[in-house]
């Protein structure tokens, strides 16, 4: 029943519930179609037996109720699992077995979901194409030699290549959305405060959110349900009134306001971006919304506001991997030589070098400069949108300013490598939802992605223009299995 | 006030050649606050406890932990600020000081720089010149760091991560103290409000209170600051006061020898008895603080402070204005009263058992004198005290109605010793009553001096002294309960 990976979640769980598939079953799927995928390197860490063990458990004594009943998912590596390895794609964390569950990851257990296992991203959740990860490159299940994006790299590819149904990763500066416009699938950034941030490997405390990824808006509602809430243990989660996204989701968006901010027409973007961004628009009208013209005037300012802010947190964040209490140690003379030995050995380049930047940004005499400054233009980023949404309910914009590229294209080319996030990282340094669904192919048929923003805890407004706008582009990857070949 | 200050008795000054100088405090003293939690887990932070039993997983800073601010160690630290009569900020902040260290598993300690939760306030000192007001400049919450030990293990550093975020308040004095004695006085009174108000035991052997020690000279009447160093984390008054006093004197000799003085960081040696540099200005770390992301701004309403302001027991100051208004006790038996909440509370028993209108004087000079001396041998605290405030009231009525003499009631402290004993029975088990019939003593004074006939003669043709003779006779003949100012009335009638 090898077409049991291609199911929707929403198709799986209907499935499971009519008792057409059992949990065990399922999770065979994608056991055997994993087993079979090696090449494109998605995960880290596998939690298949178990996974297989958990879902017979399920069927033995199958809860219907729950809202992912028996479902197996593999989850962004960056997810701390009790007593699963967890690596954040780091030599530094590479023997790492938590003890302890992330709230986002829990919520899922305690719905029905079965972990099959950790998927690989970049290092600490730093980079735009899953190349800085320990683990090594993933590929990209569009192309052979393609990257699937970052930093959940290995989440977009195992969701574009079926090997789990639904999954989740988080985004920082555009993390969940970029790579799941690389591959043809969807990704939503959760307002900041709506997931927990507890037991989620920290990069930049103040711009992390976990949120869905899937392969439709449909399953993205219906995760983000689960995963959304308010918890104590993390002092930044927000206690609002959360939606019953998936019961609420709705294409009639009749009479929305969509604004088209234009600075986000940046110097030298690719015309089929441009054209997409043209066709998301007269999609956006057919779908019965009322487009409206709108300035986000600090945009530009967003991706250097964005390199300070988040070295500088990720700097401090990353101080705790020091070789003394768990993971990597390497010997050394005397304590200062140890730490120098284990960091060294157990950060990658592109790790180090934002600890660099993040620790100089914060250091006396700079700090006015670089950070302090960060903050205001943060502050005045925030604003534009605020003033933004007097005028409109949600924003619409392109995911990423180019399709997905070579392995290796741009990895020595960090400036070129941080371009990628220029349409995503706005969202997260205001704190907004936002969503990217596949919207088209480039001359190469590589997937390209819109992204809609929207208010501050305004998901469902978010996912309601993204159903609708959904079924009238009918996007639909092509996934030939090169793989396996 | 110059004049004033040179009559000061706790003063301190350097004369080197025709130069005096004056030595200029600032005390940043870090006070661990009463919490059964730390500062943002919930770990327990119980002392003594067998290491590392005491750890969560956001004290060991493990991936993906989160702090969440105990609101417990927020109110303390209010109430502190209430009790340093400082202003309390509606908004501070959280910030991350970072440096690496082994007993520092965040790699940094979150703590609040730029906006501390109190403001300015102050403290009197009761020196023996007079009343003193030393500035606080503000106080604020952290993180304490575990502790690394060097000494069990021959070439490796053990860490002891039980202390790891157990909650502290750093409070900053203003550079307003000037001698050893005024240091001194200034711990004592801190650590006094903390107890009073229940937010710090000021516990120095177990590192509940510490300080960082700000020292420099200046030519007296210079009202420019000189360069000054710091102390590094000093835990006893004794070794502060030494450690300023080696400073100083130090600092002094480089101005005279025509040195500048470096402004740097300095270790105090307790056993050698001096300060060593630890690092200079230049080498001093650059902690990059910044606002902690992972803790919002922490804010608090006037109603919250109103509310916590009417939970403020009342505090040494105006309880010592009481003692002297109500119980009519000198100023200086006040100060000493009220030292120590548990001091004032023990004198307020005894004054509530024996009455107010009992001998108030006789009550203070028993607690200082007799029992002090007591808790000192035994080296308890008053809240220990073998004699019941009950009790000790007794016995001081038992001296005012005069049933006993004052040298019987010394006697019979002691047997109260053991176990906490009413004086009264003790009086009437042992006879100790005191015998006041003066006809029972004047028969017994009419046969000493009938059995010392030649001494009785001596005296009436003038040797004066043999009066303390048959004083003494008399005394030993009651076996020591005769009322001493009748045997003095009698004798001098029938001599």
Redo the contacts between chains.
């Keep these: 029943m090898s077409e049991i990976t291609s199911l929707t979640l929403y198709e799986l769980i209907k499935n499971i519930k009519e008792k057409k598939i059992s949990s065990n079953e399922a999770t065979k799927s994608f056991v055997d179609r994993a087993e079979k995928s090696k090449k494109i390197n998605v995960y880290v860490t596998e939690n298949f037996e178990n996974c297989l063990k958990l879902s017979k458990e399920f069927d033995d004594k199958p809860n219907f109720d729950l809202k992912l009943p028996g479902i197996p998912i593999a989850v962004k590596d960056l997810?701390?699992t009790n007593e699963v390895r967890?690596t954040?794609g780091s030599n530094i964390?590479n023997n790492?077995v938590?003890?302890?569950e992330?709230t986002v990851t829990q919520n899922i257990w305690n719905e029905g979901g079965i972990l099959l296992g950790k998927l690989n991203c970049d290092e600490f959740a730093m980079g735009s194409s899953n190349e800085t990860s320990f683990f090594g490159n993933v590929q990209n299940p569009i192309a052979e030699d393609l990257v699937p994006g970052g930093s959940s790299g290995g989440s977009s590819a195992a969701l574009a290549a079926n090997l789990t149904p639904v999954t989740i990763g988080t985004d920082t500066g555009g993390s969940i959305r970029q790579p799941a416009s690389f591959t043809g699938t969807v990704g939503l950034k959760p307002t900041y405060g709506s997931c927990s941030?507890?037991?989620?490997?920290?990069f930049?405390?103040?711009l992390d959110q976990a949120g869905p990824m899937s392969k439709d808006v449909k399953d993205s509602s219906i995760l983000l349900e689960v995963i959304s809430s308010f918890d104590?243990?993390?002092?930044?989660s927000i206690d609002f009134q959360r939606n019953n996204y998936s019961s609420e989701l709705t294409r009639n968006i009749k009479g929305l306001k969509i604004g088209i901010p234009k600075e986000y027409r940046v110097d030298g973007m690719p015309d089929e971006i441009e054209k997409l961004w043209k066709k998301g628009i007269e999609y956006a009208k057919d779908c019965g919304a009322e487009i409206i013209d709108i300035s986000l005037p600090h945009t530009s300012y967003a991706l250097p506001t964005y390199y300070i802010v988040a070295p500088?947190?990720a700097?401090?964040n990353?101080?705790?991997y020091?070789g003394?209490?768990?993971g990597l140690r390497s010997s050394g003379k005397n304590?200062i030589d140890m730490?120098e030995k284990t960091r060294s050995e157990g950060f990658g380049e592109e790790v180090k070098r934002r600890v660099m930047i993040g620790?100089y940004v914060?250091?006396?005499g700079y700090?006015d400069a670089y950070?302090l400054k960060a903050q205001k233009v943060r502050q005045l980023i925030k604003q534009d949108f605020d003033q933004a949404y007097n005028k409109v309910d949600a924003i619409l914009t392109p995911s990423t300013p180019s399709s997905a590229f070579k392995i290796g294209e741009k990895s020595n080319d960090p400036v070129s490598m941080y371009l990628n996030d220029i349409f995503t990282v706005p969202v997260n340094l205001a704190g907004l939802p936002g969503i990217s669904i596949p919207a088209g192919v480039d001359k190469n048929n590589y997937p390209l992605g819109l992204q809609i923003i929207g208010k501050p805890f305004d998901e469902q407004t978010v996912l309601n223009i993204a159903y609708s706008m959904e079924e009238k582009i009918n996007y639909k990857n092509n996934i030939t299995d090169w793989w396996m070949k | 006030m110059d004049e004033i200050m040179s009559k000061n008795n706790s003063e301190y000054l350097i004369e080197r050649n025709d130069n005096v100088y004056e030595v200029v405090i600032g005390l940043e003293v870090h006070a661990q606050v009463t919490s059964n939690s730390k500062l943002f887990s919930s770990s327990s932070t119980k002392f003594g406890a067998e290491p590392n039993t005491q750890v969560s997983l956001v004290d060991a800073a493990f991936p993906g932990m989160l702090p969440v601010i105990n609101e417990f160690c927020v109110k303390q630290a209010i109430k502190t600020g209430i009790g340093l009569k400082a202003k309390i900020n509606n908004k501070s902040v959280f910030d991350r000081k970072n440096y690496f260290y082994a007993d520092l598993p965040q790699g940094y300690q979150i703590s609040q720089y730029k906006y501390p939760i109190v403001g300015e306030g102050n403290v009197i000192l009761d020196m023996p010149e007079g009343q003193k007001q030393i500035g606080i400049e503000r106080l604020h919450l952290e993180q304490d760091a575990g502790k690394s030990i060097h000494d069990i293990d021959p070439s490796n550093t053990l860490v002891d991560l039980n202390r790891s975020g157990v909650a502290l308040m750093e409070i900053v004095s203003k550079p307003d103290l000037r001698s050893p004695d005024e240091v001194n006085a200034y711990i004592k009174k801190l650590r006094s409000i903390m107890r009073y108000l229940g937010t710090c035991d000021g516990n120095m052997q177990e590192g509940s209170l510490r300080a960082d020690v700000n020292v420099s000279v200046r030519i007296k009447g210079s009202t420019d600051l000189g360069t000054r160093c710091e102390i590094k984390n000093v835990n006893s008054i004794k070794f502060m006061q030494m450690a300023i006093i080696y400073e100083a004197n130090r600092q002094v000799d480089l101005i005279e020898e025509g040195q500048e003085i470096d402004q740097e960081t300095r270790l105090f040696d307790t056993k050698k008895n001096e300060t060593r540099s630890m690092r200079s200005k230049e080498d001093a770390h650059d902690y990059r603080y910044f606002p902690d992301p992972d803790l919002l701004p922490l804010e608090v309403t006037d109603e919250f402070i109103v509310k916590l302001k009417s939970e403020i027991p009342e505090l040494p100051d105006d309880k010592k204005k009481r003692f002297i208004d109500e119980f009519k006790v000198s100023p200086y038996d006040a100060t000493i009263l009220v030292s120590d909440i548990d001091t004032a509370k023990y004198f307020e028993e005894v004054v509530a058992k024996m009455g107010k209108n009992s001998d108030m004087k006789l009550a203070v000079n028993w607690i200082t004198g007799e029992l002090f001396a007591v808790l000192n041998d035994k080296n308890i605290e008053i809240a220990q005290s073998p004699i019941s405030a009950k009790n000790l009231a007794k016995l001081i009525n038992l001296i005012k109605n005069g049933t006993i003499s004052g040298k019987i009631a010394k006697t019979i402290f002691e047997l109260m010793l053991d176990g906490d004993i009413d004086p009264q029975i003790i009086v009437e088990e042992k006879g100790l009553k005191q015998e006041s019939d003066p006809k029972a003593l004047e028969a017994l004074i009419d046969k000493i001096i009938n059995d010392n006939r030649e001494k009785a003669i001596e005296y009436k043709q003038g040797k004066e002294k043999l009066f303390g003779f048959f004083v003494g006779q008399a005394m030993k003949a009651s076996g020591g309960k005769a009322n001493p100012q009748l045997i003095n009335e009698i004798l001098k009638k029938k001599l």
Excluded: W
């Excluded at chain 1, 104590?232 to 930044?236: L, V």
């Design positions: 997810f701390c967890t954040a964390l790492f938590p003890t302890y992330s941030r507890y037991g989620i490997v920290a930049a405390s103040s104590k243990k993390d002092s930044t500088a947190e700097s401090s990353l101080a705790r020091d003394v209490k768990y304590l730490y620790t914060l250091s006396s700090y950070y």
